[in-house]
Every structure is written in C-alpha cells, then in structure tokens.
C-alpha cells in the first residue's frame, strides 16, 4: 500500500527547508524519489531514498537523474554501472527524470568517466 500522505509531509520539508547541495555529473546520489504512481520507480525507507546517477547538470538547481537497481539487468532500456566500494548496479535508462537538487540527500560515489561516457552514448542510442 502507498503511503502519499507520508510522502507528502515530507516533500512539503524538502521544498521549504531543504537547501540545495553541490554536484556534478556521474555522481551518484541517495535522492528523495519518493511515493510514486504505477511502474515509476519509487524511494524506499522511511526518507524514501533511492540511488541515482546524475545525467546532466543543467544548472545548480536541477539536473537529469536516472534511478539505480541493485539488480544486475540487461537489456536495452539498462545500463550496468560499478562505482564506490565494488557496488553494482543498473542504471534505468527508461526512467530518466528532472530532479530538483533539493531532493539529493548525500553522495555515495561516482561513475568513472569512461563508463559515465558509454552510458551517455546508451542513453543517446535510445532517442529516435
């Protein structure tokens, strides 16, 4: 069962009290994903935290963010990352989304630029 009033007390701090913190491209965050509908992926924990690697950083207030599986998928929709402490993951490609750098609660590593590069092209592939 989702919990969206939940969510909500806490989006309401992170708008309103949360400040913003530095990043940079292929970094990768815990991000305040949240409560989310349907197949969207959703935060998990009581702060609703999932990873995400950042895409692109448009400026210091947003970026583009694709969420992280722990699970190992293949397939032309994912793309398998290795980063920090022999940490494996998935990268979402499918769910790439615009994301206030509010909602971004502490960094856990980034990817090496040469992965960060492929995963970009993979990423650019999928646009017709």
């Keep these: 069962m989702k919990n969206y009033s939940f969510w909500g007390k806490i989006k309401s701090f992170l708008h309103n009290e949360q400040p913003r913190v530095f990043f940079r491209e292929a970094d990768v965050w ?41 699970r190992i998928v293949s397939g032309p929709y994912y793309f398998n990352v290795h980063f920090g402490n022999n940490r494996n993951n998935s990268a979402i490609l499918s769910q790439l989304r615009l994301i206030d750098a509010k909602r971004l609660k502490y960094k856990i590593g980034a990817i090496p630029r040469r992965d960060f590069y492929a995963l970009t092209k993979k990423l650019k592939d999928l646009i017709p």
Excluded: M, Y
């Excluded at 305040?32 to 995400?52: A, M, T, Y």
């Excluded at 950042?54 to 583009?64: C, D, H, M, P, S």
């Design 30 to 70: 815990f991000c305040h994903l949240g409560e989310n509908i349907g197949f969207e992926q959703d935060g998990k924990g009581k702060d609703f935290l999932r990873p995400v690697v950042v895409i692109r950083k448009f400026n210091q207030q947003v970026l583009w963010g694709a969420p992280l599986t722990s």
